[in-house]
């Protein structure tokens, strides 16, 4: 069957928590996907493709490796893999992420979300997330309408992704908020499936690029305020309060 949904995955100097997630992507789910890992320090090419050969060996047909000329950057990874993609779906996910045993629906629960109507993006519950998909949001529905999708794992559409321009690289971070309030503003709803579960470390590359000044205070202020600049308070705030809707009733909380 041709792959109907591309992963993307942006990395930089991160082999053994690659190898771990496309483990145990390849282990524990089961879809028609193919993956693009965008490898953005060109110095790690030859390392990089010797430590995919290991446990992955056997599905290299379904990996391909894009090896930047300079480090391109979350966003900027991410755009190179939308042009050149041709599939009907296309999944922003992170490098130091790791599916769970008896996850082999996952896919499917994501994809199926597309059926509640004009939905722009959908993303999982997990542990390492902010606003409405953390796992420590208790007594919500499995699946919910939100005002706010993490880019650890998002999944849309590809050519509704291209038509609103992909990622925005001028941006100094905060770039599923972007994405968030341009599906909203398109008219497209955000749905979170709760009962796909995908396990998330967290702030992996941005710390070891950044220091601690990723994710300070000022590295928030500075991405907030560069939202507010491009999209206004009202909706920076609507995005920011990650609030969520039951599907049926419309009620938000």
């Given at each position: 069957?041709?792959?109907?949904?591309?992963?993307?995955?942006?990395?930089?100097?991160?082999?053994?928590?690659?190898?771990?997630?496309?483990?145990?992507?390849?282990?524990?789910?089961?879809?028609?996907?193919?993956?693009?890992?965008?490898?953005?320090?060109?110095?790690?090419?030859?390392?990089?493709?010797?430590?995919?050969?290991?446990?992955?060996?056997?599905?290299?047909?379904?990996?391909?490796?894009?090896?930047?000329?300079?480090?391109?950057?979350?966003?900027?990874?991410?755009?190179?893999?939308?042009?050149?993609?041709?599939?009907?779906?296309?999944?922003?996910?992170?490098?130091?992420?790791?599916?769970?045993?008896?996850?082999?629906?996952?896919?499917?629960?994501?994809?199926?979300?597309?059926?509640?109507?004009?939905?722009?993006?959908?993303?999982?519950?997990?542990?390492?997330?902010?606003?409405?998909?953390?796992?420590?949001?208790?007594?919500?529905?499995?699946?919910?309408?939100?005002?706010?999708?993490?880019?650890?794992?998002?999944?849309?559409?590809?050519?509704?992704?291209?038509?609103?321009?992909?990622?925005?690289?001028?941006?100094?971070?905060?770039?599923?908020?972007?994405?968030?309030?341009?599906?909203?503003?398109?008219?497209?709803?955000?749905?979170?499936?709760?009962?796909?579960?995908?396990?998330?470390?967290?702030?992996?590359t941005g710390k070891r690029i950044k220091g601690?000044?990723?994710?300070?205070?000022?590295?928030?202020?500075?991405?907030?305020?560069?939202?507010?600049?491009?999209?206004?308070?009202?909706?920076?705030?609507?995005?920011?309060?990650?609030?969520?809707?039951?599907?049926?009733?419309?009620?938000?909380?």
């Amino acid at each position: 069957m041709n792959p109907l949904l591309t992963i993307a995955i942006p990395t930089y100097h991160n082999f053994q928590m690659l190898s771990d997630c496309l483990t145990s992507l390849f282990k524990y789910t089961d879809f028609p996907y193919k993956v693009v890992v965008l490898n953005n320090a060109p110095q790690d090419a030859d390392f990089l493709s010797a430590s995919l050969e290991g446990p992955n060996a056997q599905f290299k047909d379904r990996i391909s490796i894009i090896n930047m000329e300079i480090n391109k950057g979350w966003m900027g990874a991410l755009n190179i893999a939308l042009d050149s993609c041709d599939t009907q779906y296309f999944c922003m996910m992170n490098d130091d992420v790791v599916f769970i045993p008896g996850n082999a629906l996952f896919w499917e629960q994501l994809v199926s979300s597309f059926n509640y109507g004009d939905v722009g993006a959908v993303g999982p519950c997990s542990n390492f997330v902010s606003g409405s998909q953390s796992l420590m949001v208790l007594n919500t529905p499995d699946i919910i309408e939100t005002s706010l999708l993490i880019g650890f794992c998002m999944l849309l559409e590809t050519e509704f992704f291209k038509s609103i321009g992909g990622a925005d690289e001028t941006l100094p971070g905060g770039d599923d908020f972007d994405l968030s309030i341009r599906a909203l503003d398109s008219g497209k709803k955000l749905i979170c499936h709760r009962q796909a579960y995908l396990h998330h470390h967290g702030q992996q590359t941005g710390k070891r690029i950044k220091g601690e000044y990723w994710d300070s205070l000022d590295h928030q202020e500075r991405t907030n305020n560069a939202i507010i600049r491009k999209h206004g308070v009202r909706k920076w705030h609507r995005t920011f309060s990650a609030g969520w809707n039951f599907l049926s009733e419309g009620t938000e909380q």
